[in-house]
């Protein structure tokens, strides 16, 4: 077989098992990975590149960072204390929504939701709420926040680094641009219309392990604060990277250093706050993306939907036909999964058509992140599955609306913020 068509078959074979989940994601990409050195599609080096990306590093030092924010209790006060002040259920839908997105927008998105969840549910048995109505609002936050910055969410990381491969770049917020919309007007859109589209199961009880609340009163002051200073001073460091001359990822190597040789957070903790998983799937689907952009079959990919869009397909309805594939997508795969994949074969697409790869790469990520109408789209999903009493027509019931919501606010604003042919 000609590398092309190597590349096209292991395509289609990533594409059909991080659908269906047969393998862990991570399995697959190091299987499609080995398949492209065995075949000589890929030299080892370049196949293995992915693994000393600055990206990857990254993603390490910001999941020990988030780790100890997470382990040192800060994460359960802040979120805690924000969620008192709310009396009404519409309140409280409302504080969780926005407590969670800025959370989740500086923090794993999955993180995020895992400490949070606890709370939501202490919460609803104080105040006599449904947990069914305060979770999946939740859980829609974590997604829409991780488009607040480059390192809500994995995905956004994934295309930074292929713009860097075409000699572009994103700044720290410029996914917020799109992403701070969205989870204002879906907080607005429960607050006043969507929290009737909510379930309302009651007397879960003992169900989970989230009805255990973590004990993090043996967890000194100290630490609480320094967990969270640490990371405010990381976060402000990426965000002037230009003025103080530090790279994203070595300020963050930096705040996970702090963090451990003070022993905020311990070795061992440090260590099990990495999730192997994102950075096996980041590793891997970099080796297929760059297979696909040296063999062509990206290109190959790109001229198809050319050719069935026509030649002289207007922007608006590619930013349409890119926006729709990634939804559709997301929902039924993970939205890392969705990303990896589509994030190079748009980069091929913009280049054929001459279009801002940043536009068409947005486009893609914000697409990607709208994993709202299935328990399948994200981990965090699955997370609230049980201790919220949920079943599949619940996700579509209340999470459909927030799709549309999501693309039609991303077709107004994207090609006002990021047009394809500035």
Request: with cysteine; aromatic share 10%; proline share 5%.
């Amino acid at each position: 077989m000609s590398p092309i068509a190597i590349t096209l078959c292991l395509l289609l074979f990533v594409i059909i098992l991080f659908v269906t989940e047969k393998l862990p994601l991570a399995v697959t990409s190091m299987i499609a990975l080995m398949v492209l050195v065995l075949t000589g599609v890929l030299s080892p080096k370049d196949a293995f590149a992915g693994f000393v990306d600055t990206n990857l590093i990254l993603f390490v030092a910001m999941f020990i960072i988030g780790g100890a924010f997470f382990e040192t209790g800060m994460a359960n006060k802040v979120g805690g204390i924000v969620t008192k002040f709310a009396k009404t259920e519409r309140q409280l839908i409302v504080a969780v929504m926005l407590v969670t997105g800025i959370m989740s927008g500086f923090l794993s998105n999955t993180g995020t939701a895992a400490i949070l969840i606890p709370v939501i549910i202490g919460i609803a048995s104080k105040s006599g709420f449904s947990r069914s109505r305060l979770l999946l609002p939740l859980i829609f936050a974590a997604a829409m926040g991780g488009n607040l910055s480059i390192i809500g969410a994995p995905g956004n990381l994934l295309g930074k680094s292929a713009l860097e491969q075409v000699g572009q770049d994103l700044g720290f917020f410029e996914y917020g641009y799109v992403g701070l919309p969205i989870l204002l007007i879906g907080t607005a859109f429960f607050a006043t219309v969507g929290h009737r589209f909510l379930p309302n199961k009651q007397g879960q009880t003992g169900e989970s392990i989230y009805d255990k609340t973590p004990d993090f009163s043996q967890v000194p002051a100290w630490k609480q604060k320094m967990s969270l200073i640490v990371m405010v001073l990381t976060i402000i460091a990426m965000i002037f990277e230009k003025q103080i001359g530090i790279k994203f990822y070595l300020s963050g190597c930096i705040g996970a250093l702090i963090l451990v040789a003070t022993n905020v957070i311990s070795e061992k903790q440090a260590y099990a706050s990495i999730d192997l998983q994102t950075l096996f799937v980041y590793g891997g689907t970099l080796a297929l993306a760059k297979a696909l952009a040296k063999t062509g079959a990206g290109k190959a990919i790109a001229d198809t939907v050319i050719g069935t869009l026509g030649q002289n397909a207007s922007p608006m309805v590619l930013l349409a036909v890119i926006l729709l594939l990634s939804c559709v997508m997301t929902n039924f795969m993970s939205n890392f999964g969705t990303a990896a994949l589509l994030i190079p074969i748009s980069i091929n697409i913009s280049q054929a058509m001459g279009a801002d790869p940043k536009a068409v790469i947005v486009a893609t990520v914000i697409g990607a992140s709208l994993a709202f109408a299935t328990p399948i789209g994200m981990p965090a999903n699955m997370m609230v599955f049980a201790p919220g009493g949920y079943n599949f027509n619940d996700y579509v019931k209340a999470g459909l609306p927030m799709v549309v919501i999501g693309y039609i606010t991303s077709l107004i604003l994207l090609p006002i913020l990021f047009p394809f042919y500035p």
